[in-house]
């Protein structure tokens, strides 16, 4: 059973430029949230997928966007790169969501996609 | 604001001598506590989840528990292979993570 793949494993990218990152998560969830984390830091929440809507989004400027289709595989872009925005970008998955337990919707993570921005 | 900070933010140890790694949290509605661990260029991969205060789990060498307002993840007689980052969650609808404690087990 594959767990949480991501690619591009590395992504180099220049100031002003667009980048668009990809997540499959584990076989049997429908649930995608993406994280960012900047070295030696923990990941920072950026937005959650679910039933092809974004429904959660933390601190992050409209520049960052995403979508799922309805495999469930979900895309993160981020346009007008600064270099601020250089860090391990996380994809996690979770099982469908119990709506009588919350709390209860385990993430698990892919390795992550490095992007440095030049 | 919600909040979770981590400490101490580094740990050496020798093998064999048990610690214990903090967590503490701030948060309106917590649903859940998260403990990963993280080895350098990876993601992080889950441990323990626990739901309220009292609970514990246990994993081979680890131990996590909570209270009302933190968590501890004591570690027994650790070995070089449990040198990792060690990350705290806490789920109040979406994951807040604490900055994570690195800990280094020398042979």
């Known amino acids: 059973d594959a767990g949480v793949t991501q690619s591009p494993t590395h992504l180099i990218k220049t100031r002003g430029q667009q980048v668009t990152l990809r997540c499959s998560p584990k076989?049997?969830?429908?649930?995608v949230s993406w994280y960012q984390q900047a070295l030696g830091q923990g990941p920072q929440f950026i937005f959650q997928y679910y039933e092809e809507e974004e429904r959660q989004r933390g601190n992050f400027p409209d520049r960052f966007s995403g979508h799922q289709f309805p495999n469930y595989s979900s895309e993160l872009n981020v346009n007008a790169l600064l270099l601020g925005d250089s860090a391990l970008y996380l994809c996690a998955s979770s099982l469908p969501r119990d709506r009588g337990r919350v709390g209860k919707n385990i993430q698990y993570f892919g390795a992550g996609t490095r992007l440095s921005v030049l | 604001e919600d909040q979770v900070t981590q400490s101490p933010e580094a740990l050496r140890l020798q093998e064999g001598e048990s610690s214990s790694l903090n967590c503490s949290y701030t948060v309106s509605g917590l649903r859940g506590l998260f403990w990963y661990r993280q080895d350098p260029g990876k993601g992080p991969e889950f441990l323990f989840t626990?739901?309220?205060a009292g609970e514990e789990k246990e994993k081979e060498r680890l131990k996590a528990t909570l209270t009302k307002k933190e968590s501890f993840l004591h570690i027994t007689a650790p070995k070089p292979e449990d040198s990792a980052t060690y990350l705290c969650a806490v789920q109040t609808g979406k994951l807040i993570f604490g900055q994570g404690t690195t800990l280094q087990v020398k042979p």
């Open positions: 076989s049997g969830h429908d649930t």
């Open positions: 626990l739901y309220s």
